[in-house]
C-alpha cells in the first residue's frame, strides 16, 4: 500500500511568503543605512533606488516608494514575490558583510506595490501623443514592460498574446504559492489604464505577418519568450507532460488539469521544482529525477530547500530510459543509473552511464522539466538566429535585418545569462527606450 506525505501547511495556504504589516516594514526600513552607491542598486537588474524606497517606507510614504520602485520596474509587485533575492538585491546588501541579516529588500517592495494594487492608485499616465503606433507581441514581463514604458512616452501601443489571459510567465508560469494569478492580472490592468491596447488570443503567424505589421506600425517589439518544452527522445515519451503546462493547467483551474497520486519530475532547474511542488499542493507524492547531483542543479538554492520542505523527493545520478505503462496508463520510469564524469567546456561535470542496474520510478504521470524550444529556421519567422535564439545588438534590442523597425527581448534573446523575470523587465525596458530614440530619429528624418 503506498503511503502518502501528508502535505505541510504552507502549501495548501495562500502565499509562501507572508506580507509585512506596516509596523514590520518600517521597523524594517529603519534598519537600512541609505548606503551611497548602494551595492543592492548595483546587483538588481532593473536598478531599481532601493535605498531611496526604503526611506519612503521608513517616513510612511508608501505610495511614494511605490512610485519610485515602479519608475525602474513596472512590474515590482512580481519581482517582490519571483525575484532571486537572496543572488542579487539581498545578497549585495552590505549588511551581509556586518554579521547582520540582510534587509528584506523584497518583502518591503512588496510591501508597498501591494499598497499600491489593494489602493487602487495610478501612479503614472500616458505621454503627450506622439502619433507613433508600436506593436508588442507578447505580454509576458518583456512586453508588458515595454509596452508600460512606450506608452507613458506618449506611444500608442497595442500589446497581442496568444493566450485567454496577458501576462506570459507571471499569469501561467508561477506557481499560485508564489504568485496569485490575481497580482499578475493586476499589473496588467495597469499597463491598460495607460491607454495601452491588450488584443488577446491575438498571435503573430509567420515571418509574412510579422513583414506585413512592420510595415503598418512604426515600430515591432518581439516579446515573444520561448516554446514548450522539448520532446525526450526515449521510449514512451509520448506519455509524458510538459512541465509549464502542467503548472498552468493547475494555477488558472483549468478543467483539463490533470489529478495524480505520485510523479516523476525530469529536470533540474527552477521549473522542476515548481512543477513538483505543484503536484504536492493537489495532494500527490512529488519525486525529481536528475541525471547529475545536486551540486550542478541549476534551481536556485532557496528553491531546492523549499523543495526539500515540501516533501519533494530528490533521486540524483538518474537518467530517464523508457516511460513504462501498464494498460496504457503510466505506472514508472525506468532511469539509467549515472555517474559524474570530467566538467565540459562550461565547466559543469558531464553525467555518463555507471555500470549499475536500471532503477524504476513508481508513478503515475512523467512531468518534463528540461528547458523550452528556441527557434529554428521553421519557427523563427525568417529572423536571424544565434543559437536558436533572436539575434539582436545587445544594447540596443534591435534585430539587424532589413526590418530596421523590428526589435526583439526577454527570453528568446537571452544566449546567455540565466532567463528570469527581472532580466526580462530590463529587456523591455531597454528595448522601448530604443524603439523611442529610433522614432525620434524618424520624425527628425522625416
Ligand atoms: Fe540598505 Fe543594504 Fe541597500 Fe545599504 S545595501 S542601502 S543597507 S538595503
Known amino acids: 500500500m503506498t503511503t502518502f506525505l501528508p502535505i505541510p501547511k504552507f502549501l495548501s495556504s495562500g502565499e509562501v511568503h507572508p506580507a509585512m504589516t506596516a509596523a514590520e516594514a518600517i521597523n524594517e526600513a529603519n534598519r ?34 511605490a512610485t519610485t520602485i515602479l519608475e525602474e520596474n513596472f512590474l515590482g509587485a512580481t519581482c517582490a514575490r519571483v525575484c532571486p533575492v537572496a543572488e542579487l538585491c539581498q545578497g549585495a546588501c552590505v ?6 541579516k540582510p534587509i528584506e529588500i523584497g518583502r518591503l517592495q512588496r510591501f508597498a506595490t501591494d499598497h499600491l494594487i489593494e489602493q487602487g492608485i495610478k501612479p503614472f499616465q500616458a505621454g503627450p501623443k506622439t502619433g507613433k503606433k508600436v506593436l508588442v507581441v507578447g505580454s509576458g514581463p518583456a512586453g508588458l514592460s515595454a509596452a508600460a514604458e512606450l506608452a507613458k512616452t506618449g506611444h500608442e501601443v497595442t500589446v497581442w498574446e496568444r493566450r485567454e489571459l496577458a501576462g506570459g510567465l507571471s499569469t501561467y508560469g508561477i506557481i499560485t504559492l508564489r504568485e496569485p494569478v ?3 492580472q493586476r499589473e496588467v490592468d495597469m499597463v491598460r489604464e495607460l491607454g495601452v491596447q491588450i488584443e488577446t488570443n491575438t498571435a503573430l503567424k509567420d515571418g509574412e505577418q510579422l513583414r506585413d505589421v512592420a510595415k503598418h506600425y512604426d ?14 527522445n526515449i521510449p514512451g515519451a509520448e506519455h509524458i507532460m510538459d512541465g509549464l503546462r502542467y503548472i498552468a493547467d493547475v494555477k488558472t483551474a483549468s478543467p483539463q488539469a490533470p489529478e495524480f497520486h505520485n510523479v516523476v519530475v525530469i529536470g533540474a532547474g527552477n521549473t522542476a521544482i515548481d512543477a513538483a511542488t505543484t503536484a504536492r499542493t493537489q495532494g500527490a507524492q512529488a519525486t525529481i529525477a536528475y541525471r547529475r547531483t545536486a551540486a550542478e542543479m541549476t534551481a536556485f538554492e532557496d528553491e531546492y530547500l523549499f523543495a526539500a520542505q515540501a516533501g519533494i523527493n530528490f533521486v540524483f545520478l538518474a537518467s530517464p530510459a523508457e516511460v513504462i505503462t501498464t494498460n496504457g496508463q503510466v505506472s514508472g520510469l525506468r532511469c539509467t543509473r549515472m555517474t559524474l564524469g570530467p566538467a565540459d567546456a562550461e565547466g559543469r561535470r558531464q553525467a555518463i552511464p555507471a555500470d549499475e542496474a536500471d532503477l524504476i520510478l513508481p508513478c503515475d504521470a512523467v512531468i518534463a522539466a528540461i528547458g523550452q524550444e528556441k527557434f529554428d529556421a521553421e519557427t523563427g519567422f525568417g529572423l536571424p538566429l544565434n543559437a536558436g535564439y533572436m539575434d539582436v545588438t545587445k544594447e540596443l534590442a534591435v534585430i539587424a535585418t532589413e526590418l530596421d523597425n523590428v526589435f526583439a527581448g526577454g527570453d528568446a534573446t537571452r544566449i546567455t545569462g540565466d532567463a528570469s523575470t527581472v532580466m526580462a523587465v530590463q529587456d523591455g525596458k531597454i528595448a522601448a527606450r530604443s524603439i523611442s530614440a529610433f522614432l525620434d530619429k524618424e520624425r527628425d528624418n522625416g
Open 95 to 100: 549588511m551581509n558583510k556586518m554579521a547582520e
Open 219 to 232: 515600430a515591432v517589439f518581439l516579446a515573444l519568450g520561448l516554446g514548450a518544452v522539448p520532446a525526450l
Open 182 to 184: 490575481e497580482i499578475a
Open 32 to 65: 537600512c543605512l541609505y548606503c551611497a552607491d548602494a551595492a543592492c542598486v548595483q546587483a538588481c537588474p532593473t536598478h531599481i533606488d532601493i535605498p531611496e524606497f526604503i526611506h519612503k517606507i521608513s517616513t510612511e510614504n508608501t505610495t511614494g516608494a
